[in-house]
């Protein structure tokens, strides 16, 4: 009996490849969270001893309205605060300037009606970044009784 060797045929692999290119634009972006919450003032202790009295918000819970903002922009960008001045239905006002506000426990400002420059920055967030606005109201004595209300605006804006 002889032995043979048996060619076994070898199959070529087909080998098939397909390739895309993965490609995504990240938009340049500056943005703000608030919570949709109203600012209060508790005058409990209204009239007060002596004018003029500071009366600190209560509203939200703790008087701390955190604000964050998110940019991963190069170059300066700032967060603006504007605070009108507060009027009733009857059309009687209280003045921006009675109104003061701190960034992160800082000193207090007062508002004046216009937008005011509360935080800057320049380059990206390291994620949310979250800010502590306070306010508090200064009463002179000379305000009408009644409820006043005012729209609070904060603006991110890059600088360019």
């Given at each position: 009996?002889?032995?043979?060797?048996?060619?076994?045929?070898?199959?070529?692999?087909?080998?098939?490849?397909?390739?895309?290119?993965?490609?995504?634009?990240?938009?340049?972006?500056?943005?703000?969270?608030?919570?949709?919450?109203?600012?209060?003032?508790?005058?409990?202790?209204?009239?007060?001893?002596?004018?003029?009295?500071?009366?600190?918000?209560?509203?939200?819970?703790?008087?701390?309205?955190?604000?964050?903002?998110?940019?991963?922009a190069p170059?300066?960008?700032?967060?603006?605060?504007?605070?009108?001045?507060?009027t009733d239905?009857?059309?009687?006002?209280?003045?921006?300037?009675?109104?003061?506000?701190?960034?992160?426990?800082?000193?207090?400002?007062?508002?004046?009606?216009?937008?005011?420059?509360?935080?800057?920055?320049?380059?990206?967030?390291?994620?949310?970044?979250?800010?502590?606005?306070?306010?508090?109201?200064?009463?002179?004595?000379?305000?009408?009784?009644?409820?006043?209300?005012?729209?609070?605006?904060?603006?991110?804006?890059?600088?360019?």
């Amino acid at each position: 009996m002889k032995r043979g060797f048996a060619l076994v045929p070898l199959l070529a692999l087909a080998l098939a490849q397909g390739s895309w290119i993965l490609q995504t634009l990240i938009p340049e972006t500056i943005a703000i969270r608030t919570p949709t919450v109203q600012i209060g003032f508790d005058l409990k202790d209204y009239p007060p001893k002596a004018f003029p009295a500071l009366y600190p918000a209560t509203e939200p819970q703790g008087g701390m309205l955190p604000v964050q903002v998110y940019s991963n922009a190069p170059g300066t960008w700032s967060l603006l605060l504007q605070i009108p001045d507060l009027t009733d239905q009857k059309g009687l006002l209280i003045p921006a300037r009675q109104i003061l506000y701190r960034v992160n426990g800082g000193l207090w400002l007062r508002a004046d009606g216009t937008p005011q420059i509360i935080y800057t920055q320049t380059g990206p967030t390291p994620g949310w970044l979250e800010l502590r606005l306070e306010f508090a109201l200064e009463l002179l004595g000379t305000e009408r009784a009644g409820t006043y209300s005012v729209q609070a605006l904060v603006t991110a804006l890059r600088e360019p």
